[in-house]
């Protein structure tokens, strides 16, 4: 049916996932507990998808169904809306009410509010069972209608005075058809363009998408009602389409099929959490390694083996440490660039393994693998972090006293520090400080590359080293905070605050845009104050790469996944193979 092969293209549709309204719904019950009086409860579902909903009752959000005649805490209002009486009557009850409606849903129950005080009567073009209707029809004061097609609305009686809306997610085209029929048959009628541009752009992609994807998949809860219409417009295209939950739903569907197709469309309803959209890609991604033999098989599997160990990330910033050393014209790096491959390795396994939930939403598998192995990881975690101390020892009192200070600094990142006396600190461990993470290892790659070498080979550092160590700590801030991006949604999920997080996707994506702008000219420029050497016109290549890289992933080439990070990572081994191939041809050494 279609063309086989491994490389499979997946396309992401941009506007896949969390729209405006359901993403202030639960930054608002994520923020709740710690703002607002407890129990913190949603009435009804906040949104239409169960990952969502377990993950806030593990944050101790619960759902309330029917409303007490007394009770207490906070109660959210879902993001779809409920009629005006329910809002009153737990106000009576003595919660306290905080209203996470869309802010489109809400501009629709002003029209009809508006219009309903003036004997109107208002007809909603939408599922009469779904929770925005319902509460849609609470503020048409006993005048509300509900048509779902052309039919149900030529069966409704013809009205002096009437007005039109459709529900927030309704599909465009039906609305359409609506309107031109209004137009004929009842043009007295007032109609207002009520659907939600996200829902236009969301279903407009879909169509496009069609058009250059072999299969489209379409990911969402099984009650979100703009899931199913992405699922009904993608099916009128011709082409072929599902509606999957999750990446496990992939299991229901016909391996064969979905690996003969040459391109995949992804696209996801409003109420669809980024990390469930990167597991589907993610496992379609593995897919062709799952069901075909061949060589790209067994260099997946130790592809993803070196990243789930930590065993790549360390012999990059292993790399890393010897371009450093030989950009500062020094010939004793053996020890340095051991140190730095056993501390990352320790540090980053550590890290992991006392992550908590971060690595269930950021990568499931790797979790997974943690969990399996925690053990075995542990004791090589241990063994390396020992293995780099001593070898620091031997060098010097210096090199020593700093890395044994950042081991701490490591261990306890995760670990509560503050006294339960002290309690009202906003800060209790070195995690909670917001973007502590992203700043500690830049700067302990870079303290690592240039000034434990520096220290052992001049006993201080000099101005000239700034250079070097701007631009390594630059690269590994790059590195660092671009993770944070691709992890962004769900390190909001489990409370975490990285710079992403305080800055936006954004904002973050264009600081790094900018400090590699700055970064490119470092380099040469240490090489005209004649503070590095010449390789470092060659390394300048470093912080081009990434901003193809970054490219890539803006224009959505390049998708989240192993692959991604392996080639973010490559960065710093291929600064390493340069420095090593090119130390002795191509550059003078510092005179």
Known sequence: MFKKGYLMKIIIAKTAGFCMGVRRAVEMALDAPTKYCHPIYTYGPLIHNPQVIELLQKKGIFLLHEIPLQGSGTVLIRAHGVPPEIKERLKKAGFNVLDATCQRVIRIQSIISKYAQKEYAS??????????????????????????????????????????????????????????????KHPHYKIFETICDSTERRQAEVMRLAESVDVILVVGGKTSANTQRLLEIAEKTGKIAFK???????????????????????????????????????????????????????????????????????????????????????????????????????????NHLTGGQADFYNDPERAAFYQKYKLSLSYLAACSGGAGLLIAYYIGVWPFTILLAMSIMGLSYNLRLVPEKFSWLPYKKIKDVPGSKTFLIAFAWG???????????????????????????????????????????????????????????????WLLFMLLAILIPILPLGILLKAITPLGFVLTLCPIYILVILCGYKSRYLLPGIRLKFLMDTQFVMAGLFSFFLKSRFYLPLS
């Open 447 to 509: 303290v690592l590359a240039t000034i434990l070498p520096a220290l052992a080979a001049n006993s201080n550092v000099i101005w000239f080293d700034g250079f070097v160590f701007t631009w390594a700590t630059s690269l590994v801030f790059v590195r660092t905070v671009f993770f944070d991006i691709l992890d962004i949604q769900e390190d909001r999920m489990v409370g975490k605050e990285s710079v992403t997080i305080l800055l936006g996707e954004k904002r973050s994506l």
């Open 244 to 350: 999957i939950e999750t990446e496990s739903d992939l299991d229901r569907l016909d391996p064969e099929m979905l690996l003969s197709a040459s391109s995949i469309g992804i696209s996801a309803g409003a109420s669809t959490p980024n990390w469930v959209i990167k597991k589907v890609s993610r496992a379609l991604e593995e897919l062709p390694y799952k069901h075909k033999h061949g060589w790209r098989t067994p260099l997946f599997i130790v592809q993803r083996f070196l990243l789930f160990t930590n065993i790549y990330v360390a012999l990059a910033a292993g790399f890393l440490s010897y371009a450093c050393i030989k950009l500062m014209d020094m010939n004793h790096y053996l020890p340095f660039v051991l140190i730095t491959i056993l501390y990352v390795h320790s540090m980053h396994t550590l």
């Open 123 to 184: 007809i909603i073009i939408g599922n009469r069972e779904h929770p925005e209707v319902i509460g849609l029809l609470g503020y048409a004061m006993d005048k509300g209608y509900v048509a779902r097609t052309i039919e149900e609305l030529e069966a409704l009686p013809r009205f002096e005075q009437a007005i039109i809306v459709a529900q927030s997610t309704q599909n465009t085209h039906l609305f359409e058809d609506v309107k031109q029929w209004i137009a004929n």
